[in-house]
């Protein structure tokens, strides 16, 4: 199971740039309210003018309370994660989590599983929307749903730094003649 327990820091620090094998890279220290601190490496930066750059993006995204923590998480082991830990926990009815973890299983992870939740477009999305309308109405509502409330619990816990499904609808249903 995908470990996301430590979602809210609290506090951060930026380290200088430093030669790191071939390159240059620099440290991210988050801290977090029970006083842990992880240390995440950016590295692989071919000059230090360019690792200096994106230290200065991550910094802006510190502050505006974009910067992604957890972005090598697929949409597959995010989606789990997000029915064990955040569903299962504010639904009282064991019908809608087994409902939901159905539409997860046969129609979201088939489609975006292997997908990084960074790499995840609105393209991605809207696709997805008009495949599962094509499929039937009612799934692509569901798949809607979920995908907006696990998306929107993704920004939160900092695995993307906005979501792609926002505004995006399900394609109109074409009228019988």
Known sequence: MLDLSLKNYVDW???????VRSGFGYRVFLKYPDGSEKPQQKSGFKTEREANKAREKTIAELYNGTFVVYAKVNVADFMFFWLEEELKKRTDSHETYYNYCGIVKNHIIPILGKKKMMDVTRGDIQKLFNTKTDYSRS????????MNVSFRYAVTIKVIPNSPVDGIGLPKAEKLQ
Request: hydrophobic content about 55%; cysteine-free; glycine content about 0%.
């Open 13 to 19: 620090r930026v380290a200088q740039v430093i030669p």
């Open 139 to 146: 799934v692509a509502e569901q798949v809607k749903t979920i």
